[in-house]
């Protein structure tokens, strides 16, 4: 048993994880404040545009710390969302400032279910993967 | 059909998917809150009456004791209104309540003469039903007990009558008590008593004159004072005559819709009667008709809906302002010292006053404006009966079901007599859920609609498709009352006039559901002042015809079904000045209406009207001279923008500096400041540049006189719209109001730069357009800031060049501003433009505008919202924030199906607008469109309305345009028509195998669609500027639906032949309306002329071999070769032929708010294609031929 640069990669994503968890919850929640109208749209998107390329960049960390850390299966599994955060990065509305969200077309019921449901989609994701990184090191530590 | 295209692509039109998507994560939000109150809270409500009931039930006698109560409601309620009468006034005030009582009692008095029998014991059935019968004569669905009355109807006038005479009972006056619940009228019923004896010779008397009494006093002649109770009688009397006639005219409206029903009101009646004595029904002469009997029952009511009626129709549909002024005194007039007026009349005046105010207005507007429609007096035998008859009788069906049940159970009160107990029972019990009368009243005439709508076409086969006269909206299947109230089409569609019960219903029918509104459109319509504006107290629904009343006191929401309570205000009729008819107050009888606002709707003390002029005086506008007609233009009309003396106005110029105009009242001249630091635009003083008009309009007038001259040689290209912009933000922000922007260039300074970024080689490109989005979001942040400050911002764009207007549009898109682009705009080289310029700005300037508006929709639990078409911000999910509204504005809603409707029959739907008048009045205009719910596919299909769902759809197709590519949107228009082919077909509706068949409702659905993929927003293959692509969807999506049906479908006339024929006849003058001709270059004849309307230009296309005295009578040329190449107008000559076709032209034009610009087109001119662009069942070089779209759509189904 050894403290291993992959331990504590995985000790790092599952704290960043329970972070992103909490990020994820946060925008379920504002989404369905703008469902039942408890929140302006504009200021809604004032405050979760800020929040998603923090996001991004946390889940790209780990990724990276688990690239160098050569747990090939866990960053295999990572890859699809990492791809999919470039992909929407990539596809967003024209905006000056950072951040996905615009106020102008939030409130589209199919845009508004979609952020919904990507908020609930990930959630469940970073649920799964913070397990499997109390796993994968609790592994790591017990097999070095 | 082909699987995989087939699903994306709707999905990408959306509305296939909603429900899946919806469906699955998103809880539906919209109504939740809602549902939980109809539990809880009739329980409560009926749990109280009860108490009453008994006590009213037992007898005449103790109602005597209550009756003094009563008599203090009445005096309070006077005495609230009226704070300014003496103490002595209450007593004053009892006599008066007498006088109400009668217009309340008759309907109870006609059950009593109805049953000789019951001449006898009269007293006791006249207290049962009168109760209800109130009611029922407005919501006649709900009350099925009546039908023993509806006979009874003349004799009840009559028995009125007597009653006033016969002061001996006061007691009778109490059955105004309006205040009181269902039990509380019951008291009134005791005043029946006093007539009871009197019912004998109400018999004998002549129906004509009973059903004058009983109109005077369906017309609520409220005060009439009692001591005078002869005169009364004499004077109702006469009134009712003419009235008599009106209720003829509503009985015709009912028996035609009665038949439907018969079957259900024979077993109805017998059923609620079965425990009656045969003799209570059979005795009177006047009951040979079984089946009306039921219809006749609330016959006393019945004429009484029938007056308000008149108003709706005038003062609604015909908007003809007189109709709306006369019956509503109060209503129409919006100030509170009119209303202070009128309370004093009622307090003091005596009867004849009263009556005649109440009820000769009403007569007159009828039967001016809506005689005609009611032509079927024959149909019934004996008149007299009939004319009583509700219009609403029809409706009882749905109740029975209700009735029969609770009938038996409820008698709480054996004490009465046999039969009048039943029927009184009914009146008692809760009323039947909306949902159930929905039911009963939704499939009503649905037969006879959807043969004609289903009928199967062959759109292969049928080679004239287009029918020669204009399409009609289809009309809701709904019954003949509800249809008479509901919404005008002209300013609320919906693509569906039967919605389907779920939404996978509306996914097989492949139709897309939404709503089309106009809301702020031009038009006359009843104004209410009242201190409390009765609305839903969950759902905040505004009071309307479609909530049913449950009783005197409650009604029930019709979007969220709770009960709420009828406030006190509400009880009093302003038009009739009655109290107690809460049913018949112009909120009820008008789907349409505009509320005054108090202060609890605003957020800020009401703006002044302000107006920012912001003018582009670079070298580029200056060379195009707009500033000229500008200019002259807003001097001709600045005595006429709408505002009051705090109206404010102020002008801001800009090239690559920007210029401020200090018109501070006192100066000797405008002063000019000018700012250049446009990165950091600052306001170079506070107050004095935005300036009241009134108080500075010399001023004014010497800046517009200088304006043109100011910058004539100014060498200044560059434009800094952006800094402009922002410093008229910072100038209109504590006001908020409108800001007119003028541009005619790409803005290449400081903040808002744009770029060209068309590509004139890929303007006929087939492989998708880019750059239909915006370059930057600076504009759109923008907009979002003035929105929040309650400025709109329009956008004038005169500009040859490529100007961006992606870009530059989304300042007026978010902050609902309007959009208006003349492309090859110049004061001299282009005259029709600048003609256009010229009206476009005069209608512009004049037109009515509201500030700091926003406006919620609201729909039937169930529905909900999906996306927004228009102009404005969203600001939750069925909220539009408008910093301004204008008449010429019109939106589009798509909605989805969330839960089931299945237990409903009837979908609602109310927009309503909040918004300050120019005049700083707080105002709330209501819309309520009411349709039927259906279950069968077939149903769905029938009720297609084609033009709506191709407004609809495209405002879809641009969305998805912008947001994914016009390629996709080009498919999805295409798979929405194959889809929606394809699914009627599956729906096995007809048995024809070959050729592509659609129902009648949806023929044109392909040539709309055909005509849409050809349209400058969504065509390829074709050279289009970007610009002009894109202001055509800026068009799409900010017009009423009538304006783009005109754009996407031109009406196509031949006019060098016009005659008589069919002629429309206006007053004095006749205009000829020539038919529609399909839009295909077949049907020009070279020896002919034709006129293209396509809403915002007029093409006069004269053939070359065209009847030379055509030529010189219409054109003044002397023959074909001498028209000039750029004709524009019409000469006024003084021949028939000249006279004809101008008053033709200036038909067309009426109905428009912009006037058109003319072009007269030779058949050689190079500006043909403009008018041959138009042609859209020809074949061009990149796309099909209406036959061949045809064949395309049957390919694509069968695949």
Known sequence: MAFTFAAFCYMLALLLTAALIFFAIWHIIAFDELKTDYKNPIDQCNTLNPLVLPEYLIHMFFCVMFLCAAEWLTLGLNMPLLAYHVWRYMSRPVMSGPGLYDPTTIMNADILAFCQKEGWCKLAFYLLSFFYYLYGMIYVLVSS | MSAPGYTNLNTSVNYSLNATQNGGSAPPYQNGPAQSYPSTYPASGYGAPPQHYPSSTGHCVPASSKTPIMNNDYANYYSQHQPLLPPAAGAVTAPSSYGVPQGSLPPSQPYNTANPPASGAPLYPAAYQHPYTMPSAYYGQQYPVSQAQSQQPNLMAVSSGTNNGAPLYPIVSYPSAPGSSQYGTLRSSQAPMGPGPVSGPNVIVPPGQATGQSMSMGNGPIPPSSATPAHQGYGTATLCQQSATVNGQTNALQTQTMPHYDQNLHGHMTYSYGGVPPTTQGPDGDRPLSGTPATSVHSSPGHQPGLPYRYVTNSGVSSAPVAATTPAGQSSSSSEDEDDEDEDEEAGADSSSSTTGSASPVPNSYESLEGGSYTDPASIPPPGDLSRQAPFGYSYPAMQPNYIQTAPRSNPAPSATGYHAPGYQDMSQPFPSMSQLSAALGGLSAPELTVDSLRPVNLLQERNILPPTPTAPPEPNLSTDLKNVNCSPDTFRCTLTNIPQTQALLNKARLPLGLLLHPFRDLSLPVITSNTIVRCRSCRTYINPFVSFLDQRRWKCNLCYRVNDVPDEFMYNPVTRSYGEPHKRPEILNSTVEFIASSDYMLRPPQPAAYLFVLDVS?????????????????????????????????????????????????????????????????????????????????????LNALPSMFTHTQETHSALGPALQAAYKLMSPTGGRVSVFQTQLPTLGAGTLQSREDPNQRSSTKGVKHLGPATDFYKKLALDCSGQQIAVDLFLLSSQYSDLASLACVSKYSAGSIFYYPTFHHVHNPAQRDKFQKDLQRYLTRKIGFEAVMRIRCTKGLSIHTFHGNFFVRSTDLLSLANVNPDSGFAVQMSIEESLADTSLACFQAAL????????????????????????????????????TCLLANMAIDRSISSSLTDARDALLNAVVDSLAAYRANGSNLQPAGLIAPASLQLFP???????????????????????????????????????????????????????????????????????????????????FLMDCGNVLYLWVGKCCSEMFIQDVLGCPNYASIPPNMTQIPELENPDSEQLRTFLSWLQETRSFCPALYVVKDEASAKSGFFQHLVEDRTESAFSYYEFLLHIQQQMTK
């Not at chain 2, 600045?638 to 505002?643: A, C, E, Q, R, V």
């Not at chain 2, 005509?1011 to 969504?1018: C, F, I, T, V």
Request: aromatic share 6%.
């Open chain 2, 1007 to 1089: 040539l709309y669609v055909l005509a849409l993929l050809k349209q400058k927003a969504l065509r390829t293959g074709t050279s289009t500027r970007l610009d002009d692509r894109v202001f055509n969807m800026c068009d799409f999506k900010s017009q009423p639906l009538w304006h783009v049906m005109r754009m996407v479908h031109p009406d196509l006339y031949r006019i060098d032949s016009l005659s008589e024929q069919r002629a429309l006849r206006l007053n004095d003058t006749v205009v000829p309306q020539p038919p529609r001709l399909q839009l295909t270059a077949e049907k020009l004849t070279r020896d002919g002329a």
């Open chain 2, 619 to 703: 070298h580029n506008a200056v060379e195009g001279g707009y500033l000229n007609v500008f200019c002259q233009s807003l001097l001709e009309n600045l005595d006429k923008l709408p505002g009051d003396t705090r109206s404010r106005v102020g002008f801001l110029t800009f090239d690559s500096t920007i210029h401020f105009y200090n018109l501070q009242e006192g100066l000797s001249q405008p002063q000019m400041l000018v700012v250049s630091d446009i990165d950091d635009v600052f306001i170079p003083t506070a107050d004095s540049l935005l300036v009241n008009l009134k108080e500075s309009k010399e001023l004014v007038k010497d800046l």
């Open chain 2, 914 to 949: 909040l918004y300050t008048s120019s005049k700083g009045k707080r105002r709330i205009r209501v819309h309520t469109l009411c349709l039927p719910v259906v279950s069968q596919l077939s149903d769905v299909f029938a009720g297609a309305d084609v033009q709506a769902i």
